[in-house]
């Protein structure tokens, strides 16, 4: 009993142990903010990486793109179906974004439209919700739900009757008061239901009707637009849409690429489209450089969808001819054209004309042309070309592992190959090997090693810094013993042991952990919770303040969620770190003989 008096009447009568407490509270402190930082950078990481792509991922090493996708995705849906739930094709070409005057289309003499450098992706907007998280996102789409699409279509406007009530066109007003009754909560109903003193407004931006009722307001694309494109951010980590409405007209400008890797005959494409939804996946990144289209559509536009093509595809010697000129010039052909990796199927047509000095081959979608050029056989090949994709993404069942679906997908694919070669374009089959199938872990695996190395780093250095504080600890509790000499000449002068007068300040120390642990898990958590906060009011006294520049550290937000269980371990390692810093004084302590300690005094 007489230990946890003593322990208690130093705790508050020595002020040099408030020392040792504030140097606990401040590493406990320290190390929590780091550790959930960088910890919830690596969460982030991880869940946005998933919600972005999907489970398995699919992609081409060539930029050409991924023909019979469609093809495949079926075959896994169909073969699968305990594996695969969905599979979605996505096209990704850079191109330029350009928007109008903020400042409004009356602008003619000083017009200054904006024009941005953006990565244009093609998706089939249900399949893509399906497979990612890329509804979750969509400002419009949640509170106007189902209205959201690609299709091409006209601008809608926000109307006021005579009587000053709001009102859109009848889809949107349906969707909105059915976001209200089903979806809202308390806050948001009390915000856009109308009221007394006015009409509700409608979230986002919307133009009026045009004055001149004969205005063109014609079908276009719709876009989605990534949000730190079209929307500018607040410091509380808000956007406000002021500057677009939706339904505004924007254009875009593309370089579409052929199957063999040139720029396309067709040339530069300049396409208008209308603003119709933005994207917010909370990474920087994507949010300022993406511009999302119907897959349709941007396949169209980049000549990525199914077209006729020839192209030499090899030559042969003249001493061939010899060969081909034999009777047997059916299978000669056959020979030839394997050992250039082409083989012709059976019901391949083969005529020769000798007279012409050419040969024809037929075979499905392909035709062959042997011809002489000067010494040598030339072989074109003419063929009507696949549909291609840059990327495949899919979902798994609940519950499946990634890994072992890769495994399953890696051998499909095999099979798949083997199905397809000899039909036209199969040779791009090729730039997908088992190296661009990649689980969703596996595609961000360079970020994330990146980002638990820094991570471990980081907890290493504060680490160290804890040493520091076990050694004041150490040094303070030393200070204590020699001040309390004489007390603990007393102690032990009336009987106690040596063990026991040592667990005096290891208990002391102890103390000292938990009062300091306690206190800096309460300051870190509150300090983590609030953390954007403390970032935008730094960043209000002076812009020069922002510790979080969303450009460097790709989300644009800091994280701020708190696991308990690092919490505890830190609270626990703090105390242990304590009771070990108290180890040389409790030693120093026990060692005290009564008399050597009285003879002073």
């Not at 409608?202 to 989605?224: E, H, S």
């Not at 010899?322 to 019901?347: G, M, N, W, Y």
């Not at 004309?353 to 075979?363: F, G, N, Q, R, T």
Request: proline share 5%.
């Amino acid at each position: 009993m007489y230990k946890l008096f003593l322990c208690l009447r130093y705790l508050r009568k020595r002020l040099i142990t408030f020392i040792a407490i504030l140097m606990v509270m401040a590493n406990v402190a320290i190390m929590l903010i780091v550790v959930s930082v960088m910890g919830g950078f690596l969460d982030m990481v991880r869940e946005r990486s998933r919600s972005l792509v999907g489970d398995i991922v699919i992609d081409s090493n060539s930029i050409q793109g991924i023909p019979y996708y469609q093809e495949f995705i079926d075959t896994l849906k169909t073969e699968m179906p305990d594996v695969v739930e969905e599979g979605a094709p996505v096209i990704y070409t850079a191109g330029l974004l350009k928007l109008p005057d903020p400042r409004g289309p009356e602008r003619t003499t000083d017009r200054l439209d904006v024009t941005e450098m953006v990565r244009i992706v093609g998706l089939r907007l249900d399949a893509a919700v399906r497979v990612t998280g890329f509804g979750d996102g969509l400002y419009y789409n949640k509170y106007y739900p189902g209205t959201t699409t690609l299709a091409p279509q006209t601008q809608p406007f926000l109307d006021i009757d005579a009587m000053g009530t709001f009102s859109l066109p009848e889809d949107l007003e349906r969707a909105f008061l059915g976001y209200l009754e089903t979806e809202a909560n308390a806050a948001e109903r009390e915000k856009w239901l109308p009221r007394d003193e006015g009409p509700a407004p409608r979230p986002g931006r919307w133009d009026p009707p045009p004055i001149d009722p004969d205005a063109k307001n014609l079908p276009l694309p719709g876009m989605i637009i990534g949000v730190d494109l079209i929307a500018q951010r607040t410091d509380d980590g808000d956007y406000e849409r002021w500057m677009y409405a939706r339904g505004h007209e924007v254009w875009l400008t593309m370089l579409p690429i052929s199957a063999i890797g040139t720029f396309s005959a067709s040339g530069v494409r300049h396409v208008a489209g209308r603003y119709i939804d933005d994207s917010r996946t909370g990474v920087y990144d994507i949010d300022s450089r993406c511009v999302y289209l119907d897959f349709d559509t941007l396949q169209d536009y980049m000549d990525m969808g199914p077209q006729n093509s020839s192209e030499l595809l090899f030559t042969l010697p003249s001493e061939t001819r010899k060969t081909l000129e034999r009777e047997a010039i059916d299978d000669a052909l056959r020979q030839v054209f394997a050992h250039h990796d082409f083989k012709l199927s059976p019901e391949a047509k083969v005529t020769a004309d000798k007279e012409v000095e050419a040969w024809v081959i037929l075979d499905g979608a392909y035709t062959f042309i042997i011809e002489q050029e000067e010494d040598d056989l030339n072989v074109t090949g003419g063929l009507k070309l696949p549909a291609r994709a840059s990327q495949i993404q899919f979902k798994l069942r609940d519950g499946i592992d990634p890994d072992q679906a890769k495994t399953r997908i890696v051998d499909a694919w095999a099979s798949f190959f083997e199905r397809q070669r000899g039909k036209p374009d199969w040779r791009f089959l090729t730039y997908v090997d088992e190296s661009a199938i990649q689980t969703w872990e596996e595609k961000q695996s360079t970020i994330l090693g990146a980002v638990e190395k820094e991570k471990a780093l980081v907890t290493i250095i504060y680490g160290v810094i804890a040493v520091g504080a076990i050694a004041m600890v150490g040094c303070i509790l030393y200070m204590i013993v020699q001040q309390m000499t004489r007390d603990i000449g007393i102690i032990k002068s009336v009987g106690a042991s040596a063990w026991g007068v040592a667990g005096i300040f290891l208990g002391f120390g102890g103390a000292v952990g938990v009062i300091g642990a306690v206190t800096g898990s309460a300051m870190g958590y509150y300090f983590v919770r609030h953390i954007n906060g403390v970032q935008n009011l730094l960043i209000r006294l002076n812009p020069g303040l922002r510790v979080w520049d969303p450009k460097v550290y790709a989300f644009d937000r800091i994280p701020n969620s708190v696991r308990i269980d690092e919490l505890v371990m830190i609270a626990i390692g703090a105390v242990i770190v304590s009771i070990v810093g108290s180890v040389v004084a409790a030693w120093r302590a026990g060692r005290v003989w009564p008399v050597e300690a009285l003879r002073y005094e």
